[in-house]
T-cell receptor
Framework: EAQVTQNPRYLITVTGKKLTVTCSQN?????MSWYRQDPGLGLRQIYY???????DKGDVPEGYKVSRKEKRNFPLILESPSPNQTSLYFC???????????FGPGTRLTVT | GENVEQHPSTLSVQEGDSAVIKCTYS??????FPWYKQELGKGPQLIID?????GEKKDQRIAVTLNKTAKHFSLHITETQPEDSAVYFC????????????FGPGTSLSVIP
């Protein structure tokens, strides 16, 4: 089944404790992206990647890191999480640019 | 910076009525405009899209119109059904090497049976 998977789905952590949210797609898509969703603000793009080893900042990259060492994986790294990074995070992928994007199920992160 | 406005933020309609959601974008170089539907507890899913060389596109009960001069585009849902209840997001994208995505803030649609 074609899908985007994210792990973990739920995470509660404390300020400053490094964490990684994994994202994997099995559709051989070139484009992958991370978004955060907050009430009233919709979806905001954090980082995106056009292909392996190519990443670019989205609208809200501060406090996040990404890497794209393999085509299928695009992990999101929070080196020192803060409470303002409490949010619902989505990973997405598409075959060509930012065309039809397939979204993962989301990761709800709480930073206390 | 680039911006996408979306109105209304919430919309309630009676089953069978039509619903219209409007978006305005600021980046005149945007040329791809998708609409996503997000059901509760799930990730967004593409429902329809339009490119700037087309003024209107239909898919059964859903249609999207684009006015590039005015930089706005709209989603039209006819004969609404309870399963249309969801949050809808529009987006504006430059389909070039620069594929940053700007989403609108979303519209929560409720279809009342």
């Amino acid at each position: 089944e074609a899908q985007v998977t994210q792990n973990p789905r739920y995470l509660i952590t404390v300020t400053g404790k490094k964490l990684t949210v994994t994202c994997s797609q099995n559709m051989n898509h070139e484009y992958m992206s991370w978004y955060r969703q907050d009430p009233g603000l919709g979806l905001r793009q954090i980082y995106y990647s056009m292909n392996v080893e190519v990443t670019d900042k989205g609208d809200v990259p501060e406090g996040y890191k990404v890497s794209r060492k393999e085509k299928r994986n695009f992990p999101l790294i929070l080196e020192s999480p803060s409470p303002n990074q409490t949010s619902l995070y989505f990973c997405a992928s598409s075959s060509v640019g930012a065309g039809e994007q397939y979204f993962g199920p989301g990761t709800r992160l709480t930073v206390t | 910076g680039e911006n996408v406005e979306q109105h209304p933020s919430t919309l309630s309609v009676q089953e069978g009525d039509s619903a219209v959601i409007k978006c305005t974008y600021s980046d005149s170089a945007s040329n791809y405009f998708p609409w996503y539907k997000q059901e509760l507890g799930k990730g967004p899913q593409l429902i329809i899209d339009i490119r700037s060389n087309v003024g209107e596109k239909k898919d059964q009960r859903i249609a999207v119109t684009l006015n590039k001069t005015a930089k706005h585009f709209s989603l039209h849902i006819t004969e609404t059904q309870p399963e249309d209840s969801a949050v809808y997001f529009c987006a504006a994208i430059r389909e070039t090497s620069y594929d940053k995505v700007i989403f609108g803030p979303g519209t929560s649609l409720s279809v009342i049976p």
